[in-house]
Structure formats: C-alpha cells, structure tokens
C-alpha cells in the first residue's frame, strides 16, 4: 500500500514538473509572440509615418505665401509700373519716353533677381509660374530697351504700337500669362488638399455652360478664368479673380439671363471687350459673393489684413 502511494506521490511530482516548464515555456513564447508583434507594428507605424510624410503636398498655403512675397510681388510692382507707362504713352502724359523705358528696364532686372531669390522647384506648379516670371521679366528689360531707342524717332502713339506688336514684348506677356495660370493651379491644388469636393485640377469642356459654372469653388474659377486670359493672350492690370467676380456678378444679377448668353466664355468675351473690369472688383463684392470662400491667405485676396 505503501509503495503504491510512492508511486503515485512520484507521477504526480513528474506531472507537476512537466506543467511547471510547460507553463514557464509558454510565458517566455507568449513574450517573444509578443514583442516580435509589437515590433512589427512600430515598424509598420514608422512607415507610415515616412509615407506620409513624403506625400505631404507641395502646395501648402506657406508654399503659395512664400511665392507671393518672392516671386510674384517683385514681378506685380514691374508689371503696375509698366501698365502706367503705357498708360502715360497713350494719353501723351510724359515729356521723356526714353528715359521712361531705360527706367523700366533696369526695374525689369531688378525685379528679376528678386524673384529668383528663393527655390520653388520642390512644388512644380510654382516652379514653373517662377521660370515664367523670371523669363517674362527678362523680356521685358529687353522690350524695354528697344522701346527707349524706339522713342527717340517715334511719336507717343506709334511708339505705344510699336510696343505692343513686338515679338520681345509678345513674348514677355505671353510667359507672364503662363506664369499666373501656374500660379493660380497651384492654388487650386491646395484647396482641393483642405476640401476633398475640390478637383485638384479642372480643365474646362470646349463650351462650359453657366450653370455648371455657378456650382464650382472659386479657386477652381480663378484657375479657369486664367486659362481663358491666357487663350486670348490678355495681359492685364487686373488679377483673375477680379474677372470671376464680374462674371459671378453678370450671372447672379440676370443680366446673363437676360442677353440670353449660356456660356463662360460669352460672358468673359463681353467684359474684356467692354473694358468692364477693373483691379479691385473682387475685394468690392466679396463680402456679398464669397464670404465663406475657401481662399489662401494671401495678400490680393485678403487686403483688409496688409
């Protein structure tokens, strides 16, 4: 009876035994079950970290801030400065138009290497607006040159058309005209980032009726109407969204209606050719038209804060 119990007092200490290291063996792979899981998901985590970090968009609103200041500000102050020089030649406002474009072209350098001040090439959009402005103020101090030698056998009036037909001047405009629709892609690239409903681009359809017009965000309008300023090659002293609200004007108040005019480019077609925009409209109607507009903080688009 005895030996029998010592039997059975000697399995149980076997079986004991074996649970115990079972058990401890069990603890120390339930360990490294777990921190090799844990590892995983950290490393897991740190790539997506380093994903999204390189897919941060090149269009933040510092981005298109920095841009302004120095960029498209050094180009803006050449181009008023132009504007009212050719301003003064038509109105034979100026007792020395020579000494008017010598001016001009030594602005149009300066203004140059102000605006190649800082590297924009990490946002493509803005990389290629700074080119375009680089390049249109570098043929604008050319323009400007052959303007002044041009004044001195030209009268006010034939020297303003002498200009204007220029390949140099041509040229200057139309790299200007490319460089805002970049500009103002951009911009559109950025609002679609704070509001996915926005497209990050929109070309427009070869007709684009009015009333699909009325249902966009204004950044996409401002992109569109500078498509259609660079498609008739118009230089202006007015921005794009100066002609956006004159056409949001023209629609929401009938007028459009009652000319019987269905499409965006009836509208700009008229406004252009009547000369009935002006640099400033956007900030008159913009408190009526576009209080809550997503817009960046940029200083065209917020004059109140300068």
């Known amino acids: 009876m005895e030996k029998r119990l010592t039997t059975t007092a000697m399995l149980f200490s076997v079986g004991f035994v074996f649970m115990l290291i ?68 038509s109105q034979g406002n100026t007792s020395d138009a020579t000494s008017m474009f010598k001016d001009l072209a030594n602005l149009a350098a300066s203004k140059a290497k102000d605006a190649s001040s800082i590297d924009m090439q990490k946002s493509p959009l803005l990389g290629k607006s700074q080119v375009g402005y680089i390049r249109s103020l570098k043929l604008f101090n050319e323009a400007a040159d052959k303007a002044a030698t041009s004044a001195k056998t030209l009268s006010f009036n034939e020297l303003k058309k002498n200009v204007e037909k220029e390949k140099t001047y041509q040229s200057a405009s139309q790299f200007a005209l490319s460089a805002q629709q970049a500009y103002y ?62 056409v949001d004007e023209f629609v929401l108040s009938g007028q459009a209606a009652k000319m019987k005019m269905h499409t965006l480019s009836a509208v700009v077609d008229l406004l252009i050719n009547t000369e009935a925009v002006r640099n400033g409209d956007f900030t008159e109607s913009k408190s009526r038209l576009y209080q809550k507009a997503l817009l960046p903080q940029l200083p065209f688009f917020y004059p109140e804060t300068n």
């Open 22 to 89: 079972c058990t401890v063996g069990a603890f120390f792979y339930g360990i490294q079950i777990g921190t090799e899981k844990t590892e995983a998901k950290y490393e897991k985590k740190d790539e997506s970290t380093k994903m999204a970090a390189a897919s941060v968009s090149p269009y933040q609103q510092q981005d298109l801030v920095s841009f302004y200041h120095t960029v498209f500000l050094p180009y803006r102050e050449f181009q008023n400065e132009w504007f009212a020089a050719m301003n003064k030649l």
């Open 185 to 246: 892609s951009a911009m559109l690239k950025w609002s679609s980032t704070v509001d996915l409903d926005i497209p990050e681009d929109y070309k427009s359809p070869a007709i684009l009726e009015l009333k699909h017009w009325k249902t966009l965000a204004i950044t996409t309008k401002n992109k569109l109407i500078a498509d259609q300023l660079m498609t008739r090659k118009q230089l202006t002293s007015y921005y794009p969204q100066d002609l956006t609200s004159r």
